[in-house]
């Protein structure tokens, strides 16, 4: 591994742990990356589950310190994208590489569609809906948000924070909250079969999660503000031009 190298893995873990925390999509930086070093898209995509890990450790701690938290909400969602993350993982490990490639660069176009026309999601929040149906509507839809986190996890930020912004109606400071929440949970499920499967290559891990780990805990002491707008549009460029890579290379 070349000095350089394991520099720009923790720089690019520091933008993705942030962007994870704040808005979401910083795994369609952190995965294409890693398939750019040389892993293979599976391996790769069980790599960046470890650095998810921590970088949601530090992120949940930093919330919790500022009293921002919704349990146990947040675990019921947790539990049910658990049960989904793990059926997710057992169907990513055994898809075909090329296929995943081209899933990725179709996720990443979505997402940015998402980013486009969706940008001014989050705000829209007016009084959170904690009614019993729209508890077991979050839980059974967090199932399906489970199976999607295992299979793939990238730009699964953005998906979460509809879904709880338009079930519940939380603002955004607790939408993050809860979300990092659940991807620690169904992470550590996902995590498990990705190292069952031996689907992890641990120093590129290792390396990425200190760069995700510092983005983590910067991304929840920014998230209550409002300044991620330029980084959405960086992304939205980002990505467009990481999923053409990934669709015809």
């Keep these: ?16 742990g942030f962007l994870n925390v704040v808005a979401g999509g910083g795994s369609l930086i952190t995965l294409p990356l890693l398939i750019f070093l040389g892993l293979p898209p ?51 490990v055994d898809i075909d590489e090329d296929l995943f490639k081209k899933i990725l660069s179709i ?17 829209l929040a007016n009084g959170e809906k ?3 149906k729209n508890q077991m509507w979050g839980v059974i839809s967090f199932f399906f948000i489970g199976i999607y986190g295992g299979f793939l996890h990238a730009g699964i930020g953005f998906i979460i924070i509809l879904a709880l912004t338009k079930i519940n109606g939380f603002s955004l400071v607790k939408t993050n909250s809860i979300k990092v929440t659940v991807a620690l949970v169904y992470t550590i499920a996902a995590v498990g079969v990705f190292i069952y ?35 959405k549009g960086i992304l939205l460029i980002t990505i467009l031009v990481l ?3 990934l669709w015809f290379y």
């Design 197 to 231: 499967k031996d689907a992890i290559n641990w120093k590129y891990a290792l390396i990425l999660a200190i760069g995700n780990s510092v983005g983590g805990y910067l991304g929840s002491v920014f998230s209550v503000k409002k300044g991620d707008k330029w980084i």
């Design 1 to 16: 591994m070349e000095l350089l190298e394991p520099i720009f893995i923790i720089v690019a873990g520091v933008f993705a």
């Design 130 to 132: 904690m009614e019993f």
């Design 42 to 92: 599976t391996i790769a995509n069980g790599t960046n589950r470890i650095a998810i890990l921590a970088q949601n450790s530090f992120a949940i701690a930093k919330f919790n310190q500022k009293g921002i938290s919704s349990y146990p909400y947040s675990i019921y969602l947790g539990i049910s994208a658990l049960f989904g993350s793990t059926i997710g993982a057992f169907l990513v």
């Design 243 to 245: 999923a053409i890579k």
């Design 107 to 123: 996720v990443m176009v979505c997402v940015a569609i998402l980013i486009l026309f969706n940008s001014k999601a989050s705000p």
